[in-house]
C-alpha cells in the first residue's frame, strides 16, 4: 500500500515540475506563476534552469519506474530527483515552495519503504 501511495506523489509532484520547465522555457506562461526567485538569474542561466525542471520530471518517473519493476537503484533515482528538485524549489521559493512538502514525504516515503527492494 505504501509503496503504491509513494508512485503517486513521486508521480505527481513530477508532473507539477512540467508547469516550471514550460513557465520558465516559454513554452507556455502559468497562471498563479510569478516567475520571481530568490535572486537574479542571467537569461543565458534561465533556459538551462527551464530544462532543469524538465529533467527533474524525467527524474521522479524513472524513480518510478524502478519503483514498480522493483530495481536495486530506485532509491537512488529518487535521492537524485529530489536533490534537483529541491534546489530548483530554493531558486523558485516564492513560487515553489509547496513542493518542499512533497519532497519531505518523498524522503519519508523512502525511510518507510526500508523493506523495498
Given at each position: 500500500?505504501l509503496?503504491?501511495?509513494?508512485?503517486?506523489?513521486?508521480?505527481?509532484?513530477?508532473?507539477?515540475?512540467?508547469?516550471?520547465?514550460?513557465?520558465?522555457?516559454?513554452?507556455?506562461?502559468i497562471?498563479g506563476?510569478?516567475?520571481?526567485?530568490?535572486?537574479?538569474?542571467?537569461s543565458?542561466?534561465?533556459?538551462?534552469?527551464?530544462?532543469?525542471?524538465?529533467?527533474a520530471?524525467a527524474?521522479?518517473?524513472?524513480?518510478?519506474?524502478?519503483?514498480?519493476?522493483?530495481?536495486?537503484?530506485?532509491?537512488?533515482?529518487?535521492?537524485?530527483?529530489?536533490?534537483?528538485?529541491?534546489?530548483?524549489?530554493?531558486?523558485?521559493w516564492?513560487?515553489?515552495?509547496?513542493?518542499?512538502?512533497?519532497?519531505?514525504?518523498?524522503?519519508?516515503?523512502?525511510?518507510?519503504?526500508?523493506?523495498?527492494?
Open positions: 500500500m509503496k503504491w501511495l509513494l508512485v503517486a506523489i513521486l508521480a505527481l509532484h513530477g508532473l507539477i515540475h512540467i508547469m516550471g520547465g514550460v513557465n520558465e522555457l516559454g513554452i507556455a506562461k497562471e506563476l510569478s516567475g520571481k526567485t530568490l535572486f537574479a538569474i542571467p543565458n542561466l534561465q533556459l538551462v534552469l527551464g530544462v532543469l525542471w524538465l529533467i520530471v527524474l521522479f518517473f524513472i524513480a518510478v519506474f524502478g519503483l514498480v519493476t522493483n530495481q536495486p537503484w530506485w532509491r537512488s533515482a529518487v535521492i537524485i530527483a529530489v536533490i534537483v528538485s529541491q534546489i530548483l524549489i530554493i531558486i523558485w516564492p513560487d515553489a515552495k509547496v513542493g518542499t512538502i512533497a519532497n519531505g514525504l518523498i524522503i519519508l516515503g523512502l525511510i518507510l519503504n526500508k523493506s523495498l527492494p
